[in-house]
C-alpha cells in the first residue's frame, strides 16, 4: 500500500465528499486507502457519505474524541507508506498527491510535506509553513509583531514570511490542514500527542518529527482550504483552544526556559484571548439583527460553464430564486481557469465551475492567479458538484427545494452587511 488518507468529520459531510471528490481524482494512479474518523456527528453524516464512498473505511465515535485522537485511531490501521492528514473542507489539484509521493521517494530524509494552502478566494494562507514557535518568535506573534510585519526575518519568522511561497523549501512547522508524512517517522516519533484535543497537535508533531532527525520541507502545489486558520479568528472558543495547546506546547518542549520567559509568554496568550472575546461580543451587538439567509440572498453569482443551456448548475441557481451572470467557457478561450471579462470582478460574490466541466487544478489555480491579480477584492469559489446536485461555497452549501444549508458562516460576511 503507497498512501493512507486519513480525515476527521464533525458535522460537515457535505465538505467532505467534495474532498474526497478531489482526492480520488488525485490518487487515481496510486495504491491508496482512505479512513474517514467521524466524531458523533449526530447528522448522519456516515450514512450520506457511504452513498458515494463505499471504499472508504469508516470509523464511527461514540463521543467527540478530539482531533489527535480521532487521527491516531485510524494512524494505527493505516498500512500505507505514506499518510496523508487532511482536513475536510479542502480541495486538491489532481497532481498535488503524485507530487508529493515523488518528493518523498526523491527525498529519503523527508518526513513530511506540507503544501502552497490558498483560501476559497485565492489568497495564500500563511499558515502553510511554519517555524518552531519558540517562546519569543511565539511572543513576536501574539503581540502583533508577526503581523506588522510578515516578511522581517526575525519579528515574522512564525510564519516565516520571507520565504518565498513559489519555491520548495526546507521548513520546520506543518498545518495540520494538510500532512503528508512518511510512515516510518510516525514509527519512530509517534502519533499525534493527545494532550491536544484540537489545535497545537500539528506543531507538536512536526516538532517531533524534526526531533526525530528527520527533515520538514513545502512544496509549492496549491490546494485550496475554505475556511483556514482565520474562519473562527473571533471565536473565543478558537482562541482559547489554540492558545491553551500553544501553553501545552511550551511547557512540554521548553521546560528548560525560566519562569520569566514563560509568564509574558503565557499573558499574551491570555490577553489575546480576552481580546479574542471582547471583539466576539461586540460584533454580535451590530450583527445579531442580520440573518444569515439575508445575507445570502445579497450575493452575486458568475457561472462559467461549457454548456450555459443545459447547465443544471443554472437550474439549481434559478429554483432558489437566483440570476447569475452566465459566460460560456471552454478550455480554448479562458485565461488560467477564468474567462476574460468586460466588467470587474469584484463585482461578484461567488464564482461558480462544475467538476463535470473543469479540472479541480483548473479551479484551484485560477483562483490563485486571479487573486494576484486582483488582491483583496476577489470573489470566491463556489463548485457545483452532479453527484449531489449541490453548490459548495466556502460558507453555504446550496441545494434543490431547501435554499442554503449552513456551514460555518463566517462572522467577517456579516460585517460587511452592518449599516451605520
Excluded at 106 to 124: L, S, T
Excluded at 181 to 189: C, D, G, S, T
Excluded at 281 to 286: C, E, M, N, P, T
Amino acid at each position: 500500500m503507497k498512501l493512507s488518507v486519513v480525515i476527521v468529520n464533525y458535522k460537515v459531510p457535505v465538505f467532505l465528499h467534495q474532498c474526497l471528490n478531489s482526492l480520488e481524482a488525485a490518487t487515481k494512479k496510486i495504491d491508496t486507502e482512505f479512513f474517514v474518523v467521524d466524531n458523533a456527528s449526530n447528522d448522519n453524516s456516515v450514512e450520506f457519505l457511504r452513498q458515494y464512498h463505499p471504499e472508504v473505511i469508516y470509523i464511527e465515535n461514540q463521543e467527540n474524541v478530539g482531533f489527535s485522537k480521532a487521527n491516531n485511531m485510524a494512524i494505527k490501521r493505516a498500512k500505507g507508506e505514506f499518510l496523508l492528514l487532511i482536513n475536510p473542507d479542502t480541495i486538491v489539484s489532481e497532481d498535488t498527491i503524485q507530487r508529493c509521493v515523488d518528493f518523498m521517494s526523491d527525498n529519503p530524509d523527508a518526513g513530511a510535506i506540507g503544501v502552497k494552502q490558498n483560501y476559497a478566494y485565492g489568497m495564500f494562507a500563511p499558515e502553510s509553513r511554519r517555524a518552531v514557535p519558540k517562546p519569543v518568535t511565539a511572543f513576536y506573534k501574539f503581540v502583533g509583531l508577526c503581523k506588522r510585519f510578515p516578511k522581517h526575518r526575525k519579528f515574522g519568522r512564525y510564519y516565516l514570511g520571507f520565504l518565498d511561497k513559489n519555491k520548495t523549501e526546507e521548513i520546520e512547522i506543518l498545518s495540520g490542514a494538510f500532512m503528508f508524512i512518511r510512515h516510518e517517522a510516525i514509527n519512530e516519533v509517534g502519533a499525534f500527542d493527545e494532550d491536544y484535543f484540537m489545535y497545537g497537535e500539528d506543531i507538536d508533531l512536526s516538532y517531533r518529527i524534526l526531533r526525530g532527525g528527520f527533515k520538514n520541507y513545502y512544496i509549492p502545489t496549491n490546494i485550496i482550504h475554505y475556511k483556514g486558520e482565520s474562519t473562527h479568528k473571533r471565536s473565543f472558543t478558537y482562541v482559547n483552544n489554540f492558545n491553551r495547546s500553544m501553553a501545552i506546547f511550551f511547557r512540554k518542549h521548553f521546560k528548560a526556559y525560566s519562569w520569566f520567559l514563560e509568564i509574558p509568554i503565557l499573558a499574551a496568550v491570555y490577553l489575546k484571548t480576552l481580546w479574542g472575546m471582547i471583539k466576539v461580543s461586540v460584533l454580535k451587538l451590530f450583527v445579531n439583527k442580520i440573518t444569515d439567509d439575508q445575507i445570502f440572498k445579497s450575493y452575486k453569482f458568475l457561472l462559467i460553464t461549457q454548456h450555459p443551456d443545459s447547465s443544471p448548475a443554472l437550474k439549481l441557481l434559478n429554483n432558489n430564486g437566483y440570476l447569475p451572470v452566465v459566460v460560456q467557457a471552454d478550455n480554448n478561450i479562458i485565461d488560467n481557469g477564468h474567462v476574460v471579462l468586460n466588467r470587474n470582478w469584484d463585482d461578484f460574490d461567488f464564482v461558480i465551475y462544475d467538476t463535470e466541466e473543469f479540472s479541480y487544478k483548473q479551479m484551484i489555480q485560477a483562483f490563485v492567479n486571479q487573486f494576484e491579480k486582483n488582491g483583496k477584492k476577489n470573489p470566491s469559489l463556489a463548485v457545483y458538484h452532479h453527484d449531489i446536485n449541490m453548490i459548495v461555497t466556502y460558507s453555504y452549501i446550496m441545494q434543490e427545494n431547501k435554499n442554503t444549508i449552513e456551514c460555518g458562516h463566517s462572522d467577517d460576511d456579516k460585517e460587511k452587511h452592518i449599516t451605520t
